[in-house]
Every structure is written in structure tokens, then in C-alpha cells.
């Protein structure tokens, strides 16, 4: 059981806009910097939001992240086909003397 | 090119050891913190610890702790995971991952994954 909790699932139609939460506590999301990642089918994940709502060079506008409180989300914008993917939050959680933890994934699939 | 290099796959049986090594070029390896991230087959993103090459300072999570040994030589710009006892529960990807200079879990280059079979 994931210390972040995200919804395994996700859907939406080309065009779309969809958001994926990650919940989480005052030790984790709550004091921390969230980061997402993006996991094409067969290939290693790749950094898509850092310090909750970044986007490293080469990620499109249209990923965008939030945080409030102890939740933090992830918004796709004009979904596209290629979208089609699992996404992951993380963060650093405080307790245990400090350890990276990250959400359980959500898969997200483009109708 | 900016890049994190790991080997293919290994094959196992119960019992034996493994490293797996995981090396960086097109930066400057030992002053970035690496991490290893389990994925195992149809699951999700586990982080089993982090070392910084420089001074190889080392941190691992709990769930690790004492079942793997991280370690890093930069004079060869190269990080190791090991094992001196595998489980068939070890099966999985075994990705290395270089940390940002800023944020404990922002990790901006990846590897592209060992996979690890154990099986008798």
C-alpha cells in the first residue's frame, strides 16, 4: 500500500482536459515539493512536473501541476493520443528519518 | 549526450549474488545524488535508496535497508546495486536515477532499467 494514494485509473477523450490527484499527509505532500512522472508503455519514466508545478524544458504547457494542503494534483490539457501512459506522484516524506515515496500510479488511457 | 547506461538483463537462481551497475556520462557524475527505483512486474515505482557519488554518502529506504548494498566508484563515473542473496521476489526493473540538484525526489535522468529475473 502506497504512502501517496492516486486513483488507478483515469480517462478522457482527445481534447479533453483531465486531472489526477495524489493525496497524501503533513509529512509527505504537506511539507514537501510534489514531483510527477510520466511512464510510457515498455519505458522508463520520465520527469514531467518537479517542485509541484514545474515543468522541465521540453514538457508541454499543457501539463500543469497544484498542491493544496496535502493533496496535489497533475492537469492535462488537450489530451492527446499519446497522453496514453502512467503517471506517478512523489514526494518526500518526513518520518522513518526521511524517505522518497511515491503514489501508487494511475493509468491513464485516451478514448 | 546526457545519459544513464544499464545492462539489459541478468538471469538468477535463488541464492546467488548480483550487481548491476548503472553509469553516467555528458555530466559531471559525483555531484549528483543517484537513486534506485524497483519496479516490479505490473506494479508501481518503489525508491530503495540514494547515493551521492562524490563522497558516497549513502541513504536507503527502510524497505531496503540491510537486504541491498548501494554503492558508487566516480573515478569511473559508475553506480552498483547488489544483492548477496536473491529471492524469486526480487524479480523486477531496476532503474537508476540522476536527483536535481534541488527537490529529495526529483529525478531528471533515468536509465533505462535492468531487468532482474530470479527463478529457480
Known amino acids: 500500500q502506497s504512502v501517496l494514494t492516486q486513483p488507478p485509473s483515469a480517462s478522457g477523450t482527445p481534447g479533453q482536459r483531465v486531472t489526477i490527484s495524489c493525496s497524501g499527509s503533513s509529512s509527505n505532500i504537506g511539507g514537501n515539493t510534489v514531483n510527477w512522472y510520466q511512464q510510457l508503455p515498455g519505458t522508463a519514466p520520465t520527469l514531467l512536473i518537479y517542485?509541484?508545478?514545474q515543468r522541465p524544458s521540453g514538457v508541454p504547457p499543457r501539463f500543469s501541476g497544484s498542491k493544496s494542503g496535502t493533496s496535489a494534483s497533475l492537469a492535462i490539457s488537450g489530451l492527446q493520443s499519446e497522453d496514453e501512459a502512467d503517471y506517478y506522484c512523489a514526494t518526500w516524506d518526513d518520518r522513518m528519518n526521511g524517505r522518497v515515496v511515491f503514489g501508487g500510479g494511475t493509468k491513464l488511457t485516451v478514448l | 549526450e546526457v545519459q544513464l547506461v544499464q545492462f539489459g538483463a541478468e538471469v538468477k537462481k535463488p541464492g546467488e549474488s548480483l550487481k548491476i551497475s548503472c553509469k553516467g556520462s555528458g555530466y559531471t557524475f559525483s555531484t549528483y545524488w543517484i537513486a534506485w527505483v524497483r519496479q516490479m512486474p505490473g506494479k508501481g515505482l518503489e525508491w530503495m535508496g540514494t547515493i551521492y557519488p562524490g563522497d558516497s554518502d549513502t541513504r536507503y529506504s527502510p524497505s531496503f535497508q540491510g537486504k541491498v548494498t548501494i554503492s558508487a566508484d566516480k573515478s569511473i563515473a559508475t553506480a552498483y546495486l547488489q544483492w548477496s542473496r536473491l529471492r524469486v521476489s526480487d524479480t523486477a526493473i531496476y532503474y537508476c536515477a540522476r536527483r536535481r540538484e534541488s527537490g529529495y525526489s526529483a529525478f531528471d535522468l533515468w536509465g533505462q532499467g535492468t531487468l532482474v529475473t530470479v527463478s529457480s
Open positions: 517542485d509541484t508545478d
